[in-house]
């Protein structure tokens, strides 16, 4: 509940909203508010000289924002309209809540109406807070807009709420905190009062006692006021107009008003709208859910982050300690490079978990707000904001989009480090970027007793290490051109034994294999050196000369 205060809060003043009024762009907005944003236009801008004029713009004509919504040139916000040659000069306020606040064009007369609807300014103009859209109020000034009583209704529901526990309207002297409720005395008792002015016998042994917090719902569910229209205050609203999209009377049927209108029961469109409203909050709470369920992930990854961040450092560290002194510079930068890592994955994640934190809030507010609102049993102020409540909804639905609540960031740092170098190299030690999923395999060993030259050719033979663990999927056996050239290709495969014909005689060959796999490939081997026959003459075994590995 305490999410949904957000809704509940006017934009100007900052507070509860006070006697709210719904503004033809359906937001709303405090009677005293609204006087207060009240600027005034030229008289060639009034609804009455545009009717002087011929322009046939009838008096309700302001329910179309498109032909009516006048938008503020400057970028500043609103006060400065186009057109408006006496547009004022009045250094604008700011709300608590930072919306730019005009104060009143003129004194509001003295009159016998109150204060929220005395007369405003001739030829006034309104400018909604939160869309910005503006609109040059009629003859009827703020008595043109209709009072939001469903959010007056949720409001006190939710003040109520918050207040402190019920207590026995019986007690004589400190009031004891109610322990039931009886729905049909509609009286709080605590247990001694109960047992003294409400015994379970007699006439009173038919009444239903509830508990305290059951009896004020009942009470919140109670039949409401049925509303009156705006413009016949004596008619209650009967029908619903469709493309005006708001209730209306029989008397505004019959002034001709809506006679082209498509207009429906009230009743209907109440159940219609409700239906809407509970359907798209089916697919909001969906992704309410999701995003509740993505943050407890984002807070894992948090946890798991930092645990992984520990563990790394005590690998580098220890890698680092075993290279003695020659090491000890270098791991001050690697360390150092490892922390920004660490910060840098914090902080995508934990402005991750902030951004997402505060769209959820916004979200499970308005969630809450729309379930108070269907709660309501006034069809006329429900169907005066349920359209305006349904596009917010489905427009926030649309907010948590495809990769909305997608991790930006990975847990695993992937880095590993290389401390096979020699102690001399150690300048040139770094990490090594983008961690494979797998190892590489190991280095093949050459088999020298398999290894063997026949006049001219070779055969050489290896096998994998016998502790590895690491398959590989092939093998690269190298030769080089026999004088001391560069290394080329002449196998690759999955087999461990190959035979190299077509050699020159009497050459020195060396030769070299490594393995691979998806990974990558392995370190070569060690190079053995061949000495292929000095002629046609066999020979069955290689010669010491003929066979050395180094």
């Known amino acids: 509940m305490e999410e949904m205060e957000e809704e509940l809060k006017c934009p100007v003043c900052g507070s509860f909203y006070r006697e709210p009024i719904i503004l033809p762009c359906s937001h709303n907005i405090c009677q005293a508010c609204a006087r207060n944003i009240l600027v005034q236009t030229p008289e060639s801008e009034s609804p009455q000289s545009r009717r002087a004029s011929g322009s046939g713009v009838s008096d309700y004509d302001y329910l179309d924002l498109d032909k009516m919504s006048l938008y503020s040139e400057a970028d500043s916000g609103y006060g400065s309209y186009g057109g408006f040659a006496s ?5 604008c306020q700011k709300s608590p809540n930072g919306v730019r606040v005009f104060p009143p064009a003129m004194p509001p007369p003295a009159t016998h109406l109150s204060p929220a609807l005395a007369s405003v300014p001739r030829n006034s103009c309104i400018t909604c807070p939160q869309c910005h859209r503006s609109l040059i109020l009629d003859d ?12 007056e209704g949720v409001i006190d529901r939710y003040q109520q709420s918050k207040a402190a526990a019920l207590k026995c309207q019986l007690c004589e002297k400190a009031p004891k905190e109610a322990t039931v409720m009886c729905e049909q005395c509609d009286v709080f008792y605590c247990d001694p009062c109960r047992l003294r002015c409400h015994p379970p016998r007699g006439p009173l042994a038919k009444h239903r006692l509830v508990p305290p917090a059951q009896g004020r719902v009942s009470r919140r569910l109670s039949p409401r006021k049925v509303s009156t229209c705006t413009d016949h205050e004596l008619e ?30 009230l009743g209907a469109m109440w159940k219609l709208h409700k239906s809407q409203l509970s359907q798209a909050l089916n697919g909001l709470s969906d992704r309410a859910k999701e995003a509740k369920e993505f943050l ?16 790394f450092e005590a690998c580098l560290v220890a890698q680092c300690d075993a290279l003695i002194d020659a090491l000890n510079r270098r791991k001050a930068q690697l360390l150092a490079r490892v922390n920004k890592e660490h910060e840098h994955k914090l902080k995508v994640v934990r402005d991750q978990i902030s951004h997402c934190t505060v769209k ?7 969630m809450e707000y729309c379930l108070e609102v269907i709660k309501e049993n006034d069809p006329s102020g429900f169907l005066q904001i349920s359209d305006a409540l349904i596009r917010r909804v489905h427009l926030t639905e649309d907010q948590w989009g495809k990769g909305t609540l997608t991790p930006r960031m990975t847990t695993d740092f992937d880095l590993s480090l290389d401390n096979s170098p020699l102690l001399q190299s150690i300048h040139q030690l770094d990490f090594v970027q983008m961690k494979a999923s797998s190892p590489v395999p190991a280095t093949p060993i050459l088999q020298l007793e398999e290894c063997c030259t026949h006049n001219n050719s070779a055969t050489l033979s290896w096998k994998q290490p016998p502790l590895s663990t690491v398959p590989a999927e092939g093998y690269i056996l190298e030769l080089d051109d026999g004088n001391g050239g560069q290394f080329r290709e002449v196998y690759v495969g999955k087999e461990t034994m190959c035979t190299v014909d077509g050699l020159h005689f009497n050459s020195t060959y060396n030769a070299r294999v490594k393995a691979f796999n998806k990974t990558g490939v392995s370190q070569y081997s060690k190079t053995l050196v061949l000495q292929t026959s000095e002629g046609k003459a066999l020979q069955q075994y290689p010669s010491e000369r003929e066979l050395r590995g180094v």
């Not at 009827?140 to 959010?151: A, C, I, S, T």
């Not at 407890?296 to 563990?311: A, D, F, G, T, Y």
């Open 296 to 311: 407890v992930q984002l807070r894992n990854m948090v946890q798991q982050i930092q645990e992984n961040s520990v563990e």
């Open 360 to 366: 959820l809030r916004q979200t499970t507010g308005l």
């Open 140 to 151: 009827r000034g703020l008595r043109g807009f209709p009072k939001n009583r469903v959010l």
């Open 87 to 91: 547009a004022p000069t009045t250094p």
């Open 236 to 265: 209650n609203h009967s029908m619903y107009c469709v493309q005006c999209k708001m209730p209306v009377c029989y008397q505004c049927l019959e002034e001709g008003k809506h006679s082209s209108h498509e207009v429906k029961a």
